[in-house]
């Protein structure tokens, strides 16, 4: 991640919450990060939707490309948009694909269509409003059919506190195939107190739990995004050095009693006790 660069002349629009959306040129790799107060939350090439910048982004896009055969459709529902780097990669590995993306700011989505604007013909609907109460409003022909849920949602730099419970990750879940996957990315700092009690939330909703992450975060060394992969189904084995080949490296993916281990302890997150991700410092985005 980076700290957004101050370009007074970037296209912007000032949110709900008082804080500011930029789409500025990315220093890193080409095209385009969108910044929200100094927070990077996108990055996009618009040339290549298939380039995934950030790390975590990245392993989600390495659990994607496991999901089904390589190449065929997907249903997906995206809560939390940004500028749709995860849509977009969908849409370009698996053209035909139907989506479904949750954006709570109206102006961010019209910056992003704007200046970032969406592959022509790509089926990719969004849909303003919270992410939770979204979901009790979604098509009922979703529920039981996607293959793809992808939790993502930040105000800021943080992860609201009701996007966090196992009430939350259980409407969540109701949408899912047999077999259809759940990501949630999931930032945290030294201890991992934050994630671990994330990991235990999932587990009490869908049983078999993949985490993945850069070594030094998954050991509580170093702020960073870990990433949950969870279904009703057994992740196959095979997908673990596939995904650890994948990287970024140093890559981790941690399964089975290795994910029993880090959450054990930890109390599942409920909507009475729920609290936000935690706010990193603004070091972490320095690069």
Do not use: C
Request: hydrophobic residues 45%; proline residues 8%; negative net charge.
């Amino acid at each position: 991640m980076a700290r957004g660069r101050s370009d007074e002349t970037a296209p912007s629009a000032r949110l709900s919450d008082g804080t500011l959306a930029r789409v500025v040129p990315s220093a890193f790799g080409g095209g385009f990060e969108l910044d929200v107060d100094g927070t990077p939350q996108s990055h996009v090439d618009l040339d290549d939707p298939t380039h995934l910048h950030f790390e975590y982004v990245a392993r989600m896009g390495a659990v994607i490309d496991r999901l089904r055969m390589p190449g065929q459709p997907l249903t997906a529902i995206h809560l939390g948009a940004g500028a749709l780097t995860v849509p977009r990669y969908v849409e370009a590995t698996r053209p035909g694909s139907r989506q479904q993306v949750v954006e709570l700011e109206p102006a961010l989505w019209d910056l992003v269509r704007e200046h970032l604007p969406l592959p022509r013909g790509a089926s990719i609907r969004v849909r303003i409003g919270d992410a939770r109460e979204v979901l009790g409003r979604l098509p009922a022909g979703l529920v039981g059919a996607a293959d793809l849920v992808v939790s993502d949602v930040y105000s800021g730099a943080q992860t609201p506190a009701h996007l966090t419970t196992v009430e939350f990750f259980t409407a969540a879940a109701r949408f899912l195939a047999p077999d259809g996957v759940l990501l949630v990315n999931v930032a945290d700092g030294a201890g991992l107190a934050f994630a671990r009690r994330q990991v235990a939330t999932v587990q009490a909703v869908l049983e078999h739990v993949i985490v993945l992450a850069e070594v030094q975060t998954l050991k509580g060394r170093r702020f960073g995004n870990l990433v949950i992969a969870a279904s009703r189904s057994p992740l196959p084995t095979e997908w673990l050095p596939r995904l650890l080949a994948a990287g970024p490296h140093p890559a981790k993916v941690a399964e089975g009693r290795e994910v029993d281990d880090f959450a054990r302890g930890a109390r599942v997150a409920t909507d009475a006790d729920a609290t936000p991700s935690p706010r990193p410092a603004a070091s972490v985005f320095d690069r």
